[in-house]
């Protein structure tokens, strides 16, 4: 039931841009995004729900396709502060049963 | 401000023995989560609290049993601790709802001998 996410690494140059895939084999009521940074807690980053506009956060924004059961996060003219490991989050049902990708590691070097 | 805090922040166990991770959140959230992370696998869902009074399991409760206190600590319990829990062990919270962004610890890395 966990989501599936790809690729399971990427590295950028400073400003190049990326795309990180998170898709499910079950109808997604919602599905959340964070990124995490070697040894520290997961950060919120943005939330798509079922039926919802694309939502964007600074240069990273995301789409959700109900129809494919996939959401995808771009990271657009990237910094090295994007770098960590970027976590889809899916939500089967209208309850707070949470699961998680196994991450996607994000390195942008100078 | 502190958000979400956990305690204790490294703990190394034995084989058999008990212990209880704590967790407190200062943010009036109703909703609370207990996640295990081990390299490769992401967050995996332990137990979860929608609101005070209730619990519920999530992806791989076995082995653990959690306490929601009152509204603002949820504890998880490991009763005989064994190697293959050995992880690191995030809490979080959020306000109820799915549209609702959860708020993370900074966990707690458990090694179980």
């Known amino acids: 039931q966990q989501p599936v996410q790809s690729p399971q690494a990427v590295i950028l140059r400073e400003g190049e841009d990326a795309v990180i895939n998170c898709s499910s084999s079950?109808?997604?009521?919602?599905v959340h995004w964070y990124r995490q940074k070697h040894g520290e807690a997961p950060v919120f980053l943005m939330i798509?729900?079922?039926?919802?506009e694309q939502k964007g956060h600074e240069k990273i924004s995301a789409s959700f396709n109900e129809k494919k059961q996939q959401s995808s996060l771009y990271l657009t003219a990237s910094q090295l502060s994007y770098s960590g490991t970027y976590f889809c989050?899916?939500?089967?049902?209208?309850?707070?049963?949470?699961?998680f990708g196994a991450g996607t590691r994000l390195t942008v070097k100078p | 401000n502190a958000g979400v805090t956990q305690t204790p922040k490294f703990q190394v166990l034995k084989t058999g023995q008990s212990m209880t991770l704590q967790c407190a959140q200062d943010?009036?959230?109703?909703?609370m989560y207990w996640y295990r992370q081990d390299p490769g696998m992401g967050l995996r869902l332990i137990y979860y609290?929608?609101?005070?009074?209730?619990?519920d399991k999530g992806e791989v409760p076995n082995g653990y049993n959690v306490s929601r206190l009152n509204k603002r600590e949820f504890s998880l319990r490991l009763e005989s601790a064994a190697p293959s829990q050995t992880s690191v062990y995030f809490c979080?919270?959020?306000?109820?709802?799915?549209?609702?962004?959860?708020?993370f610890g900074d966990g707690t890395r458990l090694s179980i001998l």
């Open positions: 979080a919270s959020s306000r109820t709802g799915l549209n609702q962004p959860q708020h």
């Open positions: 079950k109808a997604l009521y919602s």
């Open positions: 798509l729900l079922k039926g919802g």
């Open positions: 989050g899916t939500a089967l049902g209208d309850n707070n049963d949470m699961r």
């Open positions: 943010m009036n959230h109703n909703s």
């Open positions: 609290s929608a609101s005070e009074g209730t619990t």
